[in-house]
């Protein structure tokens, strides 16, 4: 066994590491990679929690950067081993423009792969989502599919297709020369709807319902299901997708593989409520309370006060007919290609996660019963 000191060789760099994944991601690493000499955080937001990391083993190194710009990505990425690239803009309610979320997440994972070619990085881990799949404009369910299943894989909605164009990117990277003249090795993980601490749509439920007087009305049915993950899960697989894929690149390099864990498959609102319902709301009704042509309408409501206030407010609800679409498709994906490929299995069980999860939304919300 390598002595401390040659373990510990290795640098990282995260993007996006300040975000709901990548803060999970840098402490997952923190936690889980002995051989971390160097850590890089990178992100447009860095989060006051970072300075407490400073006080370990490994160098941790914050950098204010933006993504779409490629000599700061350049920069960053000159002498790291490994990057895991998440940072991208995650809006499907219109909080951003089209051209900015592209910017963002095709622009900038282009500029992280050149990066990585400049500059030698020879191992890329690209974030990726299950919506690079679906659900698609026609709304066919995905039930319990895997990376091989067929569908058809059609986009109109700025987020999914950013995600599906960004993924290409970095599949098509695999096998450049970088500097230096080795192949770049590069894979990308497609998590499902992740859940778990710092989830803020989570939060978001959590709030409208106290204003509703601690209720939750259903509008999706219970039997749409929709595949949730475990945050820590998710991270988990990045590490070990990170450790791997440098002795498996034959096997790994260019590859997707579905972030999946052991949540049970449930409908959106019902899988929301395991964590609201031990914080005190309740979802009312076993059926969706409004007829479906009423959510479409409400929805394009939402989305005509979103046009008519943008002079002078953001306003951008939860509904609109992308995320009432989204909803009401089943999307559950059932695979082992992660285990079969790198070995992985889920670091936190069901129940783990749900616990852990209800008392993230006890402790933010000061909701413990
Ligand atoms: N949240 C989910 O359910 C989910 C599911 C599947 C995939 N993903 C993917 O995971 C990744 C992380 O998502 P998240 O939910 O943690 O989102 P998030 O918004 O919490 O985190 C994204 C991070 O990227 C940073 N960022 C945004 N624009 C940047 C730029 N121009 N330059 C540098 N940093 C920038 C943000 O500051 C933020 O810290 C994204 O790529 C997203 O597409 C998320
Ligand atoms: C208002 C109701 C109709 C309510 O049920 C709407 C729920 C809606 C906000 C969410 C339903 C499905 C979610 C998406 C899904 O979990 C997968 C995603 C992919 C990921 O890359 C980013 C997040 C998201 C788009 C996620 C966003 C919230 C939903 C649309």
Redesign the pocket.
Known sequence: MADSAQAQKLVYLV????????EHVVRMLLQQEPQLRELRI????LGPWLEELKTGPVQVTAIQ????QAHEVAAAVAGAHVVIH?????DVFGKTSPETIHE??VQ?TRNVIEACVQTGTRFLVY?????VVGPNIKGQPFYRGNENTPYEAVHRHPYPCS?ALAEQLVLEANGRKVLGGLPLVTCAL?????YGE???IMRDFYHQGLRLGGRLFRAIPASVEHGRVYVGNVAWMHVLVARELEHRAALMGGQVYFCYDNSPYKSYEDFNMEFLGPCGLRLVGTRPLLPYWLLLFLAALNVLLQWLLRPLLLYAPLLNPYTLAMANTTFTVSTDKARRHFGYEPLFSWEESRTRTIRWVQAVEGSAQ
């Open positions: 993007t996006g590491g300040c975000g709901f994944l990548g990178f992100d447009l937001h950067g933006d993504v779409t998440t940072a991208g803009l995650v963002v997440n900038g974030t990726s989502s299950m919506e995600k497609r998590p499902t709807g992740i710092g989830h803020q």
